[in-house]
């Protein structure tokens, strides 16, 4: 099982943007499963028209207002569930959205819970498969990454090469020009652009 140690809450309570860099390598666990994160992006909550909190607290959105280090868990699409770390200061709604991650460790549980991945480096790419490789719903919407049973550890590799784009799938005018979207060049389980644009 992967070592290492667990992420404190002051290391996400910080600019979702800085958060998001850093968390390029940590793992995320779940009991034997587990995966190094490899692309994440940064919502800024109201200044930011990409985020989900841009007009205010509302049922769905309100774990997004903190306290830091929990998870935001949210459906799209009438189908997918994607999970979101929690950052900033409370009532701020920063959250930094986890797009890939790398399977490291309980393969065989994400293929059994992903059975359509043709590939492991399909298993975790994108945030609707993270989810379901981890089996993440709703009913862990506000859970504390502090605590668990979902964490996010330091286990001491090198940090990656880390490189910046603009985020994925967002609107014209809805905060499409940000370049707050992280991610590892060259990992096959990066979920969107592996180019660095403009």
Same mark, same amino acid.
């Given at each position: ?62 774990? $997004? ?44 549980? $994400? ?88």
């Amino acid at each position: 099982m992967t070592r290492g140690r667990t992420l404190p809450r002051s290391f996400y309570a910080r600019d979702p943007r800085a958060v998001a860099r850093d968390l390029l390598g940590k793992v995320l666990q779940r009991g034997s499963v587990a995966a190094r994160i490899v692309e994440v992006e940064a919502y800024l909550g109201g200044r930011d028209p990409g985020s989900h909190a841009f007009r205010g607290r509302t049922a769905r959105n309100a774990t $997004m207002f903190g306290p830091a280090g929990h998870l935001y868990v949210y459906f799209t699409y009438g189908m997918h569930w994607c999970a979101n770390v929690v950052c900033s200061v409370e009532g701020d709604a920063g959250a930094v959205l986890l797009r890939g991650a790398a399977p490291v460790e309980g393969l065989a549980t $994400m293929r059994r819970r992903r059975p359509a991945a043709r590939r492991d480096a399909d298993l975790c790419s994108g945030p609707a498969r993270i989810c379901a490789a981890f089996a993440i719903t709703g009913t862990h919407d506000g859970i504390d990454l502090t605590t668990g049973p979902i964490r996010i550890r330091s286990d001491g590799g090198a940090t990656p090469v880390r490189r910046v784009s603009t985020r994925v799938g967002l609107s014209e005018g809805r905060g499409d020009h940000h370049r707050w979207r992280w991610y590892v060049p060259g990992d096959p389980n990066v979920s969107g652009p592996k180019v660095r644009k403009g």
